[in-house]
């Protein structure tokens, strides 16, 4: 065996990985008789804490670090990132640990901000979002040793833990429900092209058209803005008029139906849409809209859960995958010319 | 000026923050001329790496701290939080200052967190949101000595410089457009009632009824959720029948227009609606929202101006009034019984 883990000393004890987390970091939320199991375990097992700081008398900087390559605007905008804000404070602050947060410009200055939060310990581990096709991140952070939680996208991190969701699974259902209406010419209004749950989506589509009959499926992708979502809304339905379109997040899909409004497309009955992430949002409009629901805040729970065991124990390696967005439909979605 | 940042010496070289970053790491990925030209403007300007700099004391944290006393499923459900940080952001970003961000239960954990933040140099300065009418903060934060601005609500902080917005004067605007427009029945539905901008509101309201001639003129507090919004819209529309209601949020304004919807109230024929906060939400539904419109991402860039000020000179306080809420009259609002 190599060296032992938090989870080797929960299954000794027979307590739980949280517990045995609280006993070793001396935190509240054990009893002492079970701490003092514990200690003695990890003593017998000759566990040792990972960090540098910690073996050198420092303690951890109570932190996690999350770095966004994204317009500072981006998080005023989607209420993705706010709901998993709040997912993933909800859970930290429970242990009193706080959030890092900074927009940089690109990929080369989040990298250049790992380094630098790493070398001072201003973190004890890094959340990682949209991830990309080919991700120059994740062999950084695997050189620098630091633990690091890649939210999106399975396998092939570079053996970095992440949780992501089934983004194929998701969008075959919305397109097989759509099809299942009567629906043969679906559009897409895409997020941002160059991350891989985009191309995931975009490819669940694209398959789609041999297997379901579709005469048309086009995906067109945006920067995730409710700007450039009704501009790609105006697009379609001055065009080919696809009966149906499904967005890649709610703030998109109100856009499309401001502007199906705009111009006169009565929604559902002539054209049915469907949003990705369902928020306040989708529920609240006239007609509401179908979307595909995601709990963005237990997500944020999710990721803050599995970071905290990294941190606790760096030599663990999680992949967890998240419940796949599940089908709401609303007044948004009907059978083609109803 | 502080101390210099790598963009400053990108700024100097002429080259990305990323190749500053590269040269002064001894990294690969910039050629040996560049490098050589970097590490020259670093020593002409005094740069200091982090971890040297900290060593000698007195050097920053370059992260603001910002804690916040509200449940963390309020960072998700408030766009006006979203906002903010967006705008905050957009501005410290430009500075490569990091947010610093932990959710509290109260305002005592609240004073026990900049205790700690402080004495652990783990921020620059702290940024307050929420004063409340009697609020402990200011004076725990004007004993420790560091640098601090005070988001809505102004004079009186203990000498902490503020940036806040003329809310009774917001209020008022929207109360006489609704009196002008014939209303005389008009309701409030409030956020929480142990804060500052709260009460200014409400007083305000209060203080038009012999003005305006207002037959009714009651602010129902809330915790600013949708679900209390929507709650207190249904009480209102069982009774009394205001035939205009004012809400603090436009998320709480959305609720309401949903609970009209259900009720079989016509908007704005049999009720008027008017939202505190613009947002994408309220341009988007149907009817669109009238609404008190803020820049709150300009709001966040104006916060985060004078922090970084303040925490440049430590005496300086600023007292900073922006731009009063402005009306953006849209679908919702018409004379009663229209």
Request: no cysteine.
């Amino acid at each position: 065996m190599g060296r032992p883990t938090i989870a080797d000393i929960a299954q000794r004890v027979g307590v739980s990985k949280g517990a045995v987390s609280f006993a070793l970091n001396g935190r509240p939320g054990v009893s002492e008789a079970t701490r003092a199991r514990i200690l003695e375990a990890a003593r017998e097992m000759n566990w040792r804490p990972h960090s540098a700081a910690r073996a050198l008398g420092g303690a951890r900087a109570d932190a996690v670090g999350l770095v966004i390559a994204r317009p500072a605007s981006t998080l005023g905008v989607e209420p993705f990132f706010a709901h998993l804000l709040s997912g993933l404070q909800a859970r930290l602050s429970e242990q009193q640990v706080a959030m890092h947060l900074l927009v940089v410009e690109d990929a080369e200055a989040e990298i250049a901000v790992y380094r630098e939060w790493t070398s001072a310990h201003r973190v004890d581990g890094f959340i990682l979002i949209d991830p990309k096709v080919r991700d120059p991140r994740f062999a950084a952070l695997k050189e620098l040793g630091v633990p690091a939680v890649v939210l999106g996208g399975s396998g092939g991190h570079a053996s970095l833990s992440s949780v992501w969701a089934d983004d194929r699974e998701a969008m075959l259902s919305v397109v097989d429900y759509l099809a299942a209406l009567g629906h043969r010419r679906i559009a897409h209004v895409a997020g941002l092209p160059g991350l891989r749950h985009t191309q995931r989506r975009m490819r669940a589509l694209r398959d789609s058209v041999r297997r379901l009959g579709l005469v048309e499926a086009v995906s067109l992708p945006t920067d995730f803005s409710d700007a450039e979502g009704a501009a790609a809304t105006r697009t379609l339905l001055s065009r080919g008029r696809p009966s149906a379109i499904v967005y890649d997040s709610d703030v998109m899909a109100l856009a499309g139906l401001g502007v199906a409004m705009e111009m006169g497309v009565r929604v559902p009955g002539e054209l049915s849409i469907v949003a990705f992430d369902d928020s306040v949002l989708t529920r609240v409009t006239h007609p509401s809209i179908t979307s595909l629901s995601r709990d963005t805040v237990a997500l944020g729970g999710q990721v803050a859960e599995v970071m905290l065991e990294v941190i606790a124990d760096p030599g663990a390696r999680r992949d967890v995958k998240t419940a796949t967005p599940r089908l709401v439909v609303r007044r948004s979605t009907a059978p083609p010319g109803d």
